[in-house]
């Protein structure tokens, strides 16, 4: 199956569920593509309620993922919710029994922030990752014990290692799209970008129209590289 993976928004659980639903269904309705649930404090069953309203909101416009809890995705997917994936991170369960047990459909993102990530990432079976998710590109409030932040710079360098599409993340503004667009992002993750934004429909639209920007310069400038695994 073939995902939009341009805009991931991802959830915080600084942020009231009620809250949160609304901040949701404004960003997708706004063109966000990928809902990222992140809810790290939270318990298993109160996840699992949320991961439902998130699913009722959104009605199929986005892909929802789920962060870390693959039992979360799996008991979401049985209570009738759509769930579509999940994004996990390198101490969370393999992402070839994810594969397994969410079959062959599914959208499954790996955090990979430095070569031996990527290099593990090359080792798995075919079709076990749709992308990775790599950054952090700044330092970032949202996940105090995320790694040394790369920058663009260091971003590039490992999205030339991988054949897989790579979803930067990590304190990323709009000013931020460009640049990363042209290092070869297949996408941005963003939370406080839109979460904390006055009008969250407005700061995901803002983002949207940034990508396409991105992505039109980038399939209009002269090349002989082709763009596979790049916005389309």
């Known amino acids: ?32 593509t990928v809902i990222q649930l992140r809810a790290k404090n939270q318990p298993a ?16 416009r986005a892909a929802l993922i789920v962060n870390d809890r693959l039992d979360v995705a799996l008991a979401a997917r049985f209570a009738g919710a759509r769930i579509d994936g999940v994004h996990l991170g390198q101490s969370d369960v393999s992402p070839i029994a994810a ?15 430095t070569p031996a990530h990527v290099a593990a990432a090359a ?12 950054g952090a590109i700044h330092p970032t409030a949202t996940k105090p014990d995320a790694p040394d932040a790369l920058g663009v710079d260091g971003f590039a360098a490992l999205v030339r290692t991988t ?27 963003v939370v406080s ?13 803002a983002l949207r129209a940034a990508l396409h920007g991105s992505a039109r310069r980038q399939h ?3 090349t002989n590289v082709a763009l596979s695994g790049k916005l389309a």
């Open 1 to 32: 199956m073939t995902w939009d993976l341009s805009l991931h928004v991802l959830t915080d659980d600084s942020v009231a569920d009620t809250q949160l639903i609304d901040i949701v269904g404004q960003a997708v309705s706004a063109g966000a």
């Open 45 to 60: 069953r109160e996840q699992v309620a949320l991961a439902a309203a998130l699913s009722h909101v959104i009605d199929g």
């Open 99 to 113: 594969r397994a047990l969410l079959g062959p459909a599914a959208l499954i993102g790996w955090t990979a922030d």
């Open 123 to 134: 080792a798995m079976p075919a079709a076990t990752l749709d992308y990775l998710g790599t």
């Open 163 to 189: 054949p897989l599409p790579c979803v930067a993340i990590g304190g990323i503004t709009i000013d931020d799209v460009t640049p990363l667009t042209a290092a070869g992002a297949a996408g941005v993750a």
């Open 193 to 205: 970008a839109v979460l904390s934004a006055p009008d969250p429909g407005a700061a995901t639209a």
């Open 220 to 222: 209009t400038a002269p």
